[in-house]
């Protein structure tokens, strides 16, 4: 079936510093593919998504490429602040099983020290 | 605007109590889900209403009820819950589900049962 797999955390970062999450999918179909954030004791909020093959999401500052020849949605911030800190969750959407169902990743903490 | 609300925010019951949680979108969705989610875990699914009729049941006890009274409106129906229902319970909805498309989550309802 399909699955989403995230780098383990947490990451630890200063502020200022690049970010980095990686995440990888296996998907029999053609997934559309999201970035969810998580601040504490909140719901989940979109961050980002993109729904083809080289398409690029941005938001806030956070970008993801969806990369098909590397089954890859690894998600970049250039500059990460205090306020990022959070579990971030990559997830996708299966177009082709027409259930809306979203398979997430086990989420990475992210916690940014000033 | 993409505001999904749930109310209440927190929810304390026994186990032989009879409690209903509520969610509510004004964007036009005619997707609509519940998810459980326990702590530093992914969410997870429960229930899609597609149309206002349940399309999917994730194999969820039957003390768990939802319900669907009108397309802005998801219920979820609480009787005689274990401990171990303890989570916090977030709904969604989507514009529809045979075409996949973005999950708007509200805030939760974190829910102990005593």
């Known amino acids: 079936g399909d699955s989403v797999t995230q780098m383990e955390g947490p990451v630890t970062l200063s502020e200022e510093a690049f970010l980095t999450i990686n995440c990888t999918y296996t998907?029999?179909?053609?997934?559309?593919l999201f970035w969810y954030v998580q601040y504490p004791g909140e719901g989940l909020q979109l961050l980002l998504k993109?729904?083809?093959?080289?398409d690029k999401g941005s938001n806030k500052g956070f970008e993801a490429t969806y990369r098909k020849e590397t089954t890859s949605f690894h998600l970049e911030k250039g500059s990460v602040q205090v306020s990022d800190s959070a579990v971030y969750f990559c997830?996708?959407?299966?177009?082709?099983?027409?259930?809306?169902?979203?398979?997430f990743g086990q989420g990475t903490t992210l916690q940014v020290k000033p | 605007d993409t505001e999904v609300t749930q109310t209440p925010k927190h929810l304390v019951m026994g186990m032989t109590n009879k409690k209903s949680l509520k969610c509510e979108q004004h964007?036009?969705?005619?997707?609509m889900y519940w998810y459980k989610q326990k702590a530093k875990k992914p969410p997870e699914l429960m229930f899609v209403?597609?149309?206002?009729?349940?399309?999917i049941n994730e194999s969820v006890p039957s003390r768990f009820s939802p319900e669907c009274p009108n397309s802005s409106l998801l219920n979820l129906h609480l009787h005689a819950l274990q401990p171990e229902d303890s989570a916090l319970y977030l709904c969604?909805?989507?514009?529809?589900?045979?075409?996949?498309?973005?999950?708007?989550f509200g805030p939760g309802t974190r829910l102990t049962v005593l």
């Open positions: 993109a729904t083809k093959a080289d």
């Open positions: 209403y597609s149309y206002e009729k349940l399309s």
């Open positions: 969604a909805s989507s514009q529809d589900r045979v075409a996949p498309d973005t999950q708007y």
């Open positions: 998907a029999t179909g053609y997934p559309s």
């Open positions: 997830a996708l959407s299966d177009r082709s099983s027409n259930t809306g169902k979203l398979i």
């Open positions: 964007m036009g969705h005619r997707a």
